[in-house]
């Protein structure tokens, strides 16, 4: 099975390339079997330890095996030539160099893939990384990808809401370290001997996205008997829909985290914060997406109402049980966007029934942006942890902080003689405990949870 997949200038080719189906390509298969065996030899930091291993000529054979098959994969991929070829040299000098921390700067900026958005192209990408909600080590991976770009995405995206960092991808096949929960690709956590001058793309795998989507928030929905409108249960039941309404929802929210009353942006510049820093930037880049995907809708565009459906459903429904709780800002993001709903009588929990109000969300929605925003504009003439301390307070508004807490205590408990950045070893790991609706749930949908890791299309059992 083969594939006719247009190639750009200063992308390796110019005219057609025939591409196979990569996960039954021969020299994928290679790639990914070296790959696997030089993981399992990798420290935590990528090096390779040789003390005391027998290992170092069978080692050095898999990396021939994985250069010449990335060498290989570049004569079926001429649009990623330049950076499959950039990827070899990487390897290459990682043997040469006695395989120590992996260096993949040079193919770091050899990649392109917002560059060309082309519906359907491939992508094989080879990397020492990080994984979001993976493996914290700086492991070798390959994957082989898609780029999801629809037409009505890239006129979106021409329209005026425009994102060209965004790279939105599907699953092909991958090594062991996506086997996870990851559902990112940074190269930000890539392995290199120094950052760039700056980074031109982001990733993010709408499939699995979808497919995560769909299982948890269907049990979630069965267990709490929520009633979902008729266009909200096709979604859930439609797999391309979902990655489509992920496709968009990711290239709104992306774009919102440099736009508006910026007192500063933990993201773009890796301030080391207190979680529900993070927490509120993440919650208030959803609630200007969800507007955005209103205007969408009235515009024309039908998407625009999948995005809104998946946004809140998600929010509210799984990211609040998934992931542990150590400094997880995802799930604070959903347990604050679920309080101040049912605050504003837009959620309730009733009888052992969820209910909620589709026709108020978008102005309670609109409410609590105007609280953030209202946020954001006071802090540009606060100090750092006078902000912080604001931030904690607007939090506490809506959901209880742990009894133990230093910071709800108040400046008195906290060391103001140090550092900003120290005080967030006082924040606790679960600053902000799930409350009883959130502490239910969880336990009732831990196997489900547990079930979507290295999802790429959704459980049908899970929905059962």
């Not at 629809?150 to 809401?161: C, F, K, M, S």
Request: charged residues 25%.
């Amino acid at each position: 099975m083969t594939s006719t997949v247009p190639t750009g200038p200063g992308l390796g080719s110019t005219g057609t390339a025939q591409v196979p189906a990569l996960a039954t390509a021969e020299p994928w298969l290679s790639l990914k079997h070296s790959v696997g065996e030089l993981r399992a030899f990798q420290c935590a930091d990528g090096s390779v330890d040789f003390e005391g291993r027998p290992d170092r000529e069978r080692i050095g054979r898999l990396l021939d095996d994985a250069v010449a098959a990335v060498q290989d994969l570049a004569g079926l991929l001429p649009h990623d030539a330049l950076y499959l070829h950039a990827v070899a040299k990487d390897l290459r000098r990682w043997a040469d160099d006695g395989f120590g921390v992996p260096d993949f700067l040079d193919s770091l900026a050899a990649f392109r893939p917002a560059a060309q958005r082309t519906d359907g192209l491939p992508h094989v990408v080879v990397f020492a990384t990080r994984l979001m909600n993976g493996d914290p080590g700086s492991f070798l991976e390959a994957l082989a990808v898609r780029v999801v770009w629809p037409q009505w995405l890239a006129d979106v995206e021409r329209a005026g809401y425009d994102n060209p960092l965004v790279v939105p991808l599907a699953f092909e096949d991958f090594t062991d370290g996506f086997d996870s929960h990851t559902a990112v690709l940074f190269p930000e956590s890539v392995s290199v001997r120094s950052a760039p001058p700056s980074y031109d793309w982001g990733a993010l795998f709408c499939d699995r996205e979808a497919a995560r989507f769909a299982t948890v928030v269907s049990a979630a929905a069965k267990t709490l008997r929520l009633e979902l409108p008729q266009d909200a249960r096709e979604l859930l039941t439609d797999h391309e829909r979902c990655m489509h309404a992920f496709a968009l929802w990711d290239t709104l929210h992306d774009r919102s985290h440099n736009k508006g009353s910026l007192p500063f942006d933990p993201f773009l510049v890796r301030q080391r914060c207190p979680q529900w820093i993070y927490a509120l930037e993440e919650l208030r880049c959803e609630l200007r997406a969800h507007r955005d995907a209103r205007h969408l809708e009235r515009d024309g565009v039908p998407q625009a109402r999948d995005a809104q459906f998946a946004l809140v459903l998600d929010r509210l429904l799984r990211f609040p049980v998934t992931g542990e709780r150590d400094g997880n800002y995802d799930a604070l993001c959903g347990q604050l966007l679920f309080a101040y709903l049912h605050r504003h009588q837009a959620v309730d929990w009733w009888d052992n029934v969820l209910t909620i109000n589709w026709e108020r969300v978008p102005t309670v929605l609109d409410m609590l942006l105007g609280e953030l925003e209202s946020l954001y504009r006071s802090g540009v003439n606060r100090p750092k942890v006078v902000h912080w301390a604001a931030a904690y307070d607007l939090v506490c508004t809506y959901l209880s902080p742990h009894p133990a807490s230093a910071w709800a205590q108040g400046g008195r408990a906290l060391d103001l003689t140090e550092p900003p950045r120290n005080l967030v070893d006082d924040v606790l790991p679960d600053e902000f405990p799930l409350g009883l609706f959130y502490a239910m749930l969880a336990r009732r949908l831990r196997t489900v949870v547990a079930s979507v890791k290295g999802i790429t299309t959704p459980l049908e059992t899970a929905r059962g």
